[in-house]
């Protein structure tokens, strides 16, 4: 039986870490902010977003909800965006994603200010993970990835990491990031030939593809560490799974992420961590 790397343990311990530097910041007057901009009312976003409150009031974090009707205009978008970048109280925005279809998401994420984009939706944070330079934040799921192992133990440094999937919102950085920490990365998608063998070949395996059951039984060995990135429902469409086919893997493996339960537990947390490292920038 694999071990299970749950994901509370690891946000609650990062909330805790972040109550004093909360408090440093309230004593220079200083009240961590986080505006949420959301576009219509999907379930996911209202999912995510009551994590985001949770977590973040309990590091002592605000809220501001930016919420726009589904048919909202371009306009109504950017001149959102442009009243978060010019308001000094607050110091970090979420941006959902994806935008409806009918609004132009890429300029979207460039209006916003890369100091207040804790989520790494503009250009500027990407070319932050990929030079390891702050400018701007890392994808807090990635960040989450690399902050579960390092809770658990798991040393990157020399280890052989496969990466499935090569979205910029976790695939790409992740593998940088890892590559960051003396990982040697492979990078796979569904389309990659032989993808099981890939996989085995892998100490940590990191799912990320977007799709349920891409990783099988047929993909993993003894010894390996799973972390499973995917949210989807089952074919019943009755409770949530993961991109990795966790009844088959998990008797195999040494350790693998619960679906739900996981890194989704710990992409709150990474949110409330951005959200105070870009308030403490300006002191």
């Avoid at 343990?9 to 909330?15: G, R």
């Avoid at 959102?80 to 308001?87: H, K, L, P």
């Avoid at 460039?110 to 701007?136: Q, T, Y």
């Avoid at 798991?154 to 590559?179: E, H, W």
Wanted: hydrophobic content about 45%; some cysteine.
């Amino acid at each position: 039986m694999a071990k299970l790397l749950k994901g509370l343990p690891v946000a609650k311990e990062l909330v805790s870490r972040l109550v004093p530097r909360v408090e440093a910041l309230k004593a220079k007057s200083i009240v961590p902010t986080l505006a949420i901009v959301r576009v219509g009312a999907r379930e996911d976003d209202l999912a995510y977003e009551r994590g985001a409150n949770k977590r973040c009031a309990a590091a002592g974090i605000e809220v501001r909800t930016f919420s726009l009707p589904e048919d909202c205009t371009q306009e109504e978008l950017i001149a959102t965006i442009d009243e978060i970048n010019g308001d000094d109280g607050i110091h970090g925005c979420l941006l959902f994603r994806p935008l409806p279809a009918e609004l132009d998401e890429q300029a979207a994420c460039a209006a916003l200010d890369p100091a207040k984009d804790v989520d790494c939706a503009c250009d500027l944070s990407l070319l932050g993970v990929l030079c390891n330079r702050d400018l701007g934040f890392a994808p807090c799921t990635a960040e989450a990835c690399v902050e579960l192992l390092d809770h658990y133990g798991y040393d990157l440094c020399g280890a052989n990491v496969t990466v499935v999937g090569r979205s910029l919102v976790i695939g790409k950085p992740v593998s940088l990031m890892m590559q960051t920490r003396n990982a040697t990365v492979t990078m796979c998608h569904t389309r990659t030939r032989d993808l099981a063998a890939a996989c085995r070949n892998a100490d940590v395996l990191v799912v990320a593809a977007g799709h349920a059951n891409t990783v099988g039984k047929s993909c993993v060995r003894e010894g390996q560490v799973v972390v499973d990135v995917g949210i989807n429902w089952d074919e019943d469409a009755q409770a949530l799974c993961g991109d990795v086919a966790f009844g088959e893997v998990e008797p195999k493996v040494a350790a693998i992420t619960p679906v739900p339960g996981g890194v989704g537990s710990v992409t709150t947390a990474i949110l409330a961590k951005h959200v105070v490292e870009a308030a403490e920038r300006l002191v």
